[in-house]
């Protein structure tokens, strides 16, 4: 199924982004979205529970150019088509190559991390399994992905960035990117 299943309220002056959560189970997709959506942004997430259909998502969005989102989290342990084989796919192909990808998945073993890194993840950040973790690192990937770095324009629209994310955090860890 895709389908949006949060938007978060827009704040006035900021850009509303787009992400794109690609999780197969269901828990872990609503607990992602509670997550960020503790956080002071302004944007939606689309979910996609597999990799098969989040690449057909993507295409069809490159080639309608309607809405590409601007950053991806992406879960590696697929059904369908897994997720080093969809973040490949997008590497490969010239328009999605510069949708930003954050795997977003449980695994922390070391080859799984350095495949991912050589197929072109922007970063990979173990998912926390507490509710608390889990938002303290949903408010730095808005952080640095929305607030920090110069997005690629999108839909022929310059991405600015956000004049500020995360009302009254402290947090600081950017989980960003390598390259």
Known sequence: ??????????????????????????????????????????????????????????????????GLPDLVLLDLNLPGRHGRELLAA?????????VPVVVFTTSTAAEEVEACYRLGANCYVAKPVELGELQRVAEAIVRFWFATVELPPRDGVPAAKSKRVGAGSTSSSPAGPTS
């Open 1 to 66: 199924m895709i389908g949006t299943i949060a938007v978060i309220t827009p704040r006035p002056g900021a850009p509303r982004r787009r992400v794109l959560l690609v999780e197969d189970n269901p828990a872990d997709a609503r607990l992602a979205v509670e997550a960020f959506g503790e956080v002071a942004w302004s944007g939606c997430i689309e979910h996609v529970a597999d990799g098969d259909r989040a690449l057909a998502l993507l295409r069809e969005r490159a080639e309608t150019g309607r």
């Open 90 to 98: 997008m590497r490969a192909d010239p328009v999605l190559a510069t």
